[in-house]
């Protein structure tokens, strides 16, 4: 796991301890910020679910304004936080260890350019996760999410679906605001 491009090109990313997070991969990763890149420079990012934090230092590493990170667990907050100062983009970050809905319930009405949504497969936490970014109203009129999951998972969204692209048995859709809500296939 390393950070693709930008900034920080190259530099090793540290993994979660255990078997609970499952990183993007590289390819994927790669993947996603050519069909984004337009849209990351000077962007306010969200990387819920952040587990080792690498989208969001992707996204830093290639010109973002600021990234937020959050997760629950310990562990991972701790990884997040030594990836962001080994890739020395600590100064445009801040880690949040909590979980996602009272994080979001914080939010600033509207901050968000770019938000990455990785939770664990399944659909249940990443329909939850759309559906509180949408209640909060937490991304900006011209913001976009990605949302990684598997390509079995069925789920939900009252976000319009822009594109879906599929990498093996991982889905990766993108969603902007907009109103007839998408349950992919």
């Not at 962007?43 to 690498?54: E, H, I």
């Not at 667990?73 to 080994?86: E, M, Q, T, Y």
Request: net charge positive.
């Amino acid at each position: 796991m390393r950070v693709v491009s930008g900034s920080a090109r190259g530099k090793q990313l540290l993994p979660v301890p255990g078997m609970d997070t499952r990183p993007t991969t590289d390819r994927v990763k790669e993947s996603i910020f050519n069909i984004i890149q337009m849209r990351v420079r000077g962007a306010r990012v969200l990387d819920l679910f952040a587990g080792t934090g690498q989208m969001g230092i992707e996204a830093l590493s290639r010109g973002a304004a600021r990234a937020d990170f959050v997760d629950a667990d310990r562990k991972a907050a701790d990884i997040v936080r030594k990836n962001l100062a080994g890739a020395r983009v600590a100064d445009r970050a801040q880690v949040h260890q909590t979980d996602f809905k009272k994080y979001l319930a914080g939010c600033p009405r509207q901050g968000f350019d770019l938000v990455f949504l990785d939770p664990p497969y399944g659909g249940k936490l990443l329909q939850s996760a759309l559906f509180e970014i949408q209640r909060f109203d937490i991304l900006s009129p011209d913001g976009i999410i990605v949302c990684e999951s598997a390509v079995v998972d069925k789920w939900e969204s009252p976000f319009a679906c822009g594109r879906e692209y599929r990498y093996g048995a991982i889905r990766v859709t993108v969603l902007a605001a907009g109103t007839p809500p998408k349950t992919p296939e």
